[in-house]
């Protein structure tokens, strides 16, 4: 039996929290997201005129796995509030939780507001993580260095 990778479990997750960022050496980024779980009994809740059953609330739980993203060096990143993010359907990626783009327009943007090209400092790509609250987005060479550091 094939165990899955770190980022296939990160991937796997349905809904991840932005635990932590950091920048521990200088154009080196660390982010740290847990797994989302449901945490608690159902509930119903009053939205508007009308009524929502069989709500769960989702959280950290004990359970819960926690992921490091580690990139020694990076091009650019963001954080963006998740409400205010829109679908863009000439994006193009692989993954769910994690995903790496081939078009998109943060790429777009780093073209634009950067000088880094292809010949420099050589190809790179654009990943993202999608938490509940938080989208983040790293342009950079290489893949994270991933490990699973909780539960």
């Known amino acids: 039996m094939e165990t899955e990778s770190p980022v296939e479990q990160i991937d796997g997750c349905e809904y991840l929290f932005l635990s932590s960022i ?63 993010c829109t679908w863009d359907e000439d994006e193009e990626w692989a993954g769910f939780a994690f995903r790496v783009y081939t078009r998109s327009k943060f790429l777009d943007f780093v073209a634009r507001g950067t000088f880094a090209s292809t010949e420099y400092p050589g190809p790179f790509k654009h990943y993202q993580i999608l938490c509940a609250n938080h989208i983040i987005d790293v342009a950079a060479q290489e893949a994270p260095i991933v490990r699973v550091v909780g539960a």
Do not use: C, K, M
């Open 22 to 84: 950091s920048e521990p050496e200088e154009n080196g980024l660390l982010i740290l997201v847990q797994e989302g779980l449901p945490a608690g009994e159902p509930e119903t809740l009053q939205v508007g005129a009308g009524t929502i059953t069989g709500v769960v609330p989702i959280d950290v739980t004990a359970q819960s796995r926690a992921f490091e993203l580690h990139w020694p060096l990076y091009i650019s990143y963001a954080v963006r509030n998740e409400s205010f």
